[in-house]
C-alpha cells in the first residue's frame, strides 16, 4: 500500500459578480453554502471609475460602486457566520466612502469587530499632472493607476474582513488571497501566473459557468435563469480546480473553461498583469469530475517594470434614435428614413465628428459584405447615431428620427432617443515608484 | 460547404480598440484544419470592413485554440464606439460563419 500523501493546502475561492450589474442571487448561494475561504467581486469596468469620479465631483460622499450596498446586506452576515473573507473592488473612485458605508451596514446587521480595509491610492491624477501633463487629454476626469495584489495582502494580513479596493487589476483581487494563504514567494513568477490565471478564469463569474456561452443545439446549457457562479480550488503548486455548486444553472466544462482562458487574451504568452506576465502556451484543461474542470499547466514571467494607469477624459457627446419598419417593403423604407435623416441633419446645420446609420435586423452588427442582405427580415429598425461637440448638437440626432413618424416613409414607429456624454479612457503608464497604496481601517 | 460553426465554437474579448476572438475546436482531430484553413490573411479578408488593422494569429495547441486579435476593430474603443454592439461581443458569431471547404 503506497502512502497516503500530505494533503495539499487548498484555498478556496469564489466569484460573486463579473461586473457591477450583475445578478446577486448567485453570490448570495456561494456565501450561504459555497465551500469557500474568499468571496470576490469584481465590478468595475474600464471607464466605470471614470464615471465614478464624476459622481464624487458632484457627491463627496459617493463615487463608489451603486450596488455595493445591495451586495454586502446580501452576504455579509452569512461570509462572517461562515469565516468567508470579501475582496472587491466596488470601492471605485471612492474606496474610504465605500468602506464606510459598508461598516454601516456592518453595524445594522449587528456585525461586531468586522474589520474592512479600504486600499487607497490608484489616483495618480496628481503624479500625472507633474509628470506627464503635455499626454494627458485636455478634458481629464480622472487617471487611476491598475494597482497589483500586493495592498490586499497587506489588508488579508492585517486581518480584514473585507477589502474595498479601487482600480486594481482583476486577477490581482483573487491573487492576493492565494498569496496570502500560501505563501508564494514574490518571484515564483510561475505560481504567481497560475493564481493570476485562477483570477482571469472567475473575474466575470457566470461567463465561466456556461454564461455567454449557450448556442441551442450546439452548445447547450441548462438553468441560465438560475446559473450559479463559479468556484476555483487552487493548491500550493497553483493547481486550479474550476467548479460551482450542485443544484445551480449553468456547466463548467472543458469548453467554457477553455473560452475563458483566452478572453481579453491577446498574445497568450504574454497576458500583462501588474504582479506577473502570464503564459499560457502549454496551459491544458482536463475534465476531472461533474462540474469540475482542472487548468495546469501554466507558467510565468517576471511582472512588467510600469504600471497601467486608465485615463478617463471627457469627449463631446453621443445622440441617437430609433424607428421602427415592419412588413412588405420594411428594408427600403427604413433605408429611405436613414436618406431623410442624413439629409436634414444636413439641411439644418448639425455637426458631427462622426455619424453611423443602421438597420438593425440587417446590417448594424458586422455591416454589409458579412450580413449578405438577402431574405427580407419582416421588421427592420433604423439607427442613427452620431458624435457631436455639445449635448444640443447630439439630442438634434434624435429629434430628427422622431420627425420621421410624421414627415417620413410610412407606418414608422416606436421611436426611442437617447443622449449621452462621452466618457472615453486611454492608456498610460506610470513607474510603479510613483504610486503609493495605502491602507485605512474601519473595526465596527 | 459548410461553416466554422460545424467544428468550432468562439468567444469575443475587448480592450479599447482591439478585439480577440478565439476558435476553439471542438475534437481536437480537427485543429489541423483549422491551422490550416483559418489563417490571419483570410480572417483580414473576412473582417474587412471591421478590422481596419492589423490582424494576429496566435495557436494554442494544447486547447486546440487559436487566438486572432483584430486591431482598430472597436469603433475607435468601446468608450466612444457608435456602433450597436459596441464591445463587438457578436463578432465571433460572425467568425462562425465563416465558410471552410469540405476537403481543406
Not at chain 1, 503624479?127 to 506627464?132: D, G, H, I, K
Amino acid at each position: 500500500m503506497s502512502p497516503t500523501p500530505a494533503a495539499s493546502r487548498v484555498v478556496r475561492l469564489g466569484a460573486g459578480a463579473g461586473y457591477s450589474g450583475d445578478r446577486i442571487e448567485p453570490a448570495i448561494e456561494l456565501a450561504e453554502r459555497g465551500e469557500i475561504d474568499y468571496l470576490v467581486f469584481e465590478c468595475l469596468a474600464e471607464r466605470t471609475i471614470a464615471l465614478a469620479q464624476l459622481e464624487r465631483q458632484r457627491d463627496p460622499a459617493l463615487g463608489y460602486d451603486p450596488f455595493l450596498e445591495a451586495r454586502m446586506r446580501a452576504v455579509l452576515a452569512a461570509c462572517r457566520r461562515r469565516g468567508i473573507r470579501v475582496v472587491t473592488n466596488a470601492g471605485a473612485a471612492n474606496p474610504a466612502s465605500a468602506a464606510a458605508m459598508v461598516a454601516g451596514v456592518a453595524r445594522e446587521l449587528g456585525l461586531d469587530g468586522l474589520r474592512v480595509a479600504a486600499v487607497l491610492g490608484d489616483d495618480v491624477l496628481d503624479v500625472l499632472r507633474r509628470s506627464a501633463a503635455s499626454e494627458l487629454p485636455a478634458d481629464v476626469i480622472s487617471a487611476n493607476a491598475y494597482l497589483g495584489a500586493e495592498p490586499i495582502i497587506e489588508a488579508l494580513a492585517g486581518g480584514a474582513d473585507v477589502v474595498i479596493t479601487g482600480r486594481v487589476a482583476d486577477s490581482s483581487l483573487f491573487l492576493a488571497p492565494l498569496v496570502h494563504e500560501l505563501g508564494w514567494d514574490a518571484s515564483d513568477w510561475t505560481r504567481r501566473a497560475r493564481g493570476a490565471a485562477a483570477g482571469h478564469l472567475l473575474e466575470c463569474a457566470g461567463q465561466i459557468t456556461g454564461g455567454y456561452f449557450a448556442d441551442p443545439g450546439v452548445k447547450d446549457v441548462e438553468g441560465l435563469a438560475r446559473l450559479g457562479f463559479p468556484m476555483a480550488e487552487v493548491d500550493e503548486d497553483g493547481r486550479i480546480v474550476v467548479t460551482k455548486l450542485a443544484g445551480t444553472g449553468g456547466c463548467v466544462t472543458t469548453r467554457t473553461c477553455t473560452e475563458q482562458l483566452l478572453y481579453e487574451v491577446h498574445d497568450p504568452a504574454a497576458y500583462v498583469t501588474p504582479d506577473v506576465t502570464v503564459d499560457l502556451t502549454d496551459a491544458r484543461v482536463s475534465e476531472v469530475g461533474a462540474d469540475r474542470v482542472a487548468v495546469e499547466g501554466v507558467t510565468g514571467h517576471e511582472r512588467p517594470a510600469t504600471l497601467k494607469v486608465s485615463v478617463g477624459s471627457r469627449e463631446g457627446w453621443v445622440g441617437e434614435g430609433q424607428i421602427s419598419y415592419a412588413g412588405p417593403g420594411a428594408v427600403a423604407r427604413a433605408r429611405l428614413a436613414l436618406e431623410i435623416v442624413r439629409e436634414r441633419l444636413r439641411i439644418t446645420g448639425v455637426k458631427h465628428h462622426e455619424l453611423r446609420a443602421d438597420l438593425v435586423g440587417v446590417d448594424a452588427l458586422h455591416g454589409d459584405a458579412l450580413s449578405r442582405a438577402g431574405a427580407e427580415p419582416y421588421e427592420v429598425r433604423a439607427r442613427v447615431s452620431a458624435r457631436c461637440e455639445s449635448a444640443c448638437q447630439a439630442r438634434r440626432i434624435g429629434d430628427e428620427v422622431e420627425t420621421l413618424y410624421t414627415n417620413g416613409p410610412a407606418g414608422g414607429g416606436g421611436v426611442s432617443k437617447s443622449v449621452r456624454e462621452i466618457v472615453a479612457v486611454t492608456s498610460a503608464f506610470v513607474g510603479r515608484d510613483d504610486v503609493r497604496p495605502s491602507i485605512e481601517w474601519t473595526v465596527t | 460547404m459548410r461553416t466554422l460553426r460545424a467544428l468550432a465554437h468562439s468567444r469575443t474579448g475587448d480592450k479599447g480598440d482591439t478585439s480577440n476572438i478565439s476558435l476553439i475546436a471542438y475534437d481536437a482531430a480537427d485543429f489541423p484544419l483549422l491551422v490550416r484553413w483559418v489563417t490571419a490573411e483570410r480572417v483580414k479578408v473576412h473582417f474587412a470592413e471591421i478590422a481596419l488593422g492589423q490582424v494576429t494569429r496566435y495557436e494554442l495547441p494544447r486547447l486546440g485554440a487559436l487566438n486572432f486579435v483584430l486591431e482598430r476593430a472597436l469603433g475607435g474603443g468601446v468608450t466612444r464606439s457608435l456602433a450597436l454592439d459596441a464591445h463587438g461581443k457578436s463578432l465571433s458569431s460572425a467568425l462562425l460563419s465563416m465558410e471552410i471547404p469540405d476537403d481543406v
